[in-house]
């Protein structure tokens, strides 16, 4: 069974889903990049999307996303990715994808089933 790399409950908000973007084993340099969380539920059609901050130094390479009101509704598991588009467009109507992370594989994620 694939390893789940982020737990959260249902309705919950907090905490983020946070990453370092890496690529070859060195940060990813996210200086006026556009950096995008997509997930989608494996099996309906539930999906998530939105603008990821960048946290502290954008040569570091670390982002958050801050799960939205309605993010984590649906139980189940999910799917995710990182996307990058190092040309910051207006936003996400222009975005194109120029790179996602993690390059070998999706994230899991959990969302579990509150009382």
Not at 12 to 24: F, K, Q, V
Not at 31 to 41: C, I
Not at 52 to 67: F, H, K, L, S
């Amino acid at each position: 069974m694939p390893r789940t790399d982020f737990f959260i409950k249902e309705g919950d908000t907090m905490p983020a889903i946070e990453a370092r973007l890496l690529s070859d084993g060195e940060p990813v340099d996210l200086t006026d990049a556009y950096v995008v969380f997509n997930m989608e539920h494996i099996s309906q059609d539930t999906q998530v999307q939105g603008q990821c901050t960048v946290e502290d130094d954008p040569e570091g390479g670390n982002v958050a996303y801050i799960w939205k009101n309605g993010d984590t509704d649906e139980s189940g598991t999910y799917e995710a990715e990182f996307l990058v588009d190092y040309d910051y467009p207006e936003g996400l109507d222009e975005f194109e994808a120029d790179e996602s992370f993690p390059p070998d594989r999706l994230l899991r994620i959990e969302i579990s089933r509150g009382l």
